[in-house]
């Protein structure tokens, strides 16, 4: 049974960080690329980063976290994070992570992952 447990939300002031944590198990991890997807209250998931299955895989942003968030993955410890710098209350929602398998990995950006995590919610006040 595959599973994605993200952990590292929390209520932060704007300008502050937060480091997200996805652990997966039940998969190849090393097959999977991984993603970052965030959903605020009233609107769809969007995307925001992901990161292909290749050791030093290359990394995709939105264009709205570029330059403030960060994706890496350590394939030791079958775990996604995402450090998330200089928040702003725009960037309050639930974050997912999920798992896409490289035979599919065409449109990281997409939201057709094979398996999604249960989320956790990220506040940033102003």
């Known amino acids: 049974q595959v599973q994605l447990v993200e952990s590292g939300g929390g209520l932060v002031q704007a300008g502050g960080s937060l480091k997200l944590s996805c652990t997966a198990s039940?998969?190849?991890?090393?097959?999977?690329?991984m993603g970052w997807f965030r959903q605020a209250p009233g609107k769809e998931r969007e995307f925001v980063s992901a990161?292909?299955?290749?050791?030093?895989?290359?990394?995709y942003y939105a264009d709205s976290v570029k330059g403030r968030f960060t994706i890496s993955r350590d394939s030791a410890k079958n775990t996604v994070y995402l450090q998330m710098n200089s928040l702003k209350p725009e960037d309050t929602a639930v974050y997912y992570c999920?798992?896409?398998?490289?035979?599919?990995?065409?449109?990281?950006?997409?939201?057709?992952?094979?398996?999604w995590g249960q989320g956790t919610q990220v506040t940033v006040s102003s």
């Open positions: 039940g998969l190849t991890f090393s097959m999977y690329g």
């Open positions: 990161i292909s299955w290749r050791g030093g895989g290359s990394t």
């Open positions: 999920a798992a896409l398998h490289n035979s599919r990995w065409s449109a990281p950006r997409s939201s057709e992952y094979d398996y």
